[in-house]
């Protein structure tokens, strides 16, 4: 079983910036590969960036590629997503995830969610 909790969240102009974290519980953490997922307001919930339990390998969707960037520390069972240059289409509830080896892209590869944190993006 694996608690998470997102933080962070917040408003930001248009151009600026922001880092979400998410403290994660139990031992088996550096196990699961982690990812970040949005949810705008009316919208379906959709892949933003994963990283896998090494922390060398990560995938972005194409709109926050290079703008984005995940990154975990198992020491302190924690995933981070730095987020700059951001945009109002930025604006959404940012969800962290967990799943096992192999997860892809995908909502149905994760097991574990974090129960959401607002980022407003104004312009």
């Known amino acids: 079983q694996v608690q998470l909790v997102e933080s962070g969240g917040g408003s930001v102009q248009a151009g600026g910036s922001l880092k979400l974290s998410c403290a994660a519980s139990?031992?088996?953490?550096?196990?699961?590969?982690m990812a970040w997922f949005r949810q705008a307001l009316g919208k379906e919930r959709e892949f933003v960036a994963r990283?896998?339990?090494?922390?060398?390998?990560?995938v972005y969707a194409d709109s926050v590629k290079g703008r984005f960037t995940i990154s975990r520390d198992n020491a302190k069972n924690t995933v981070y997503l730095q987020m700059s240059s951001m945009t109002p289409e930025d604006t959404a509830v940012y969800y962290c995830?967990?799943?096992?080896?192999?997860?892809?892209?995908?909502?149905?590869?994760?097991?574990?969610w974090g129960q959401g944190t607002q980022v407003t993006v104004s312009s």
């Open positions: 990283i896998m339990w090494n922390g060398r390998n990560t």
């Open positions: 995830a967990a799943g096992r080896l192999g997860a892809t892209s995908a909502i149905a590869s994760y097991d574990y």
């Open positions: 139990g031992r088996t953490f550096s196990s699961y590969t």
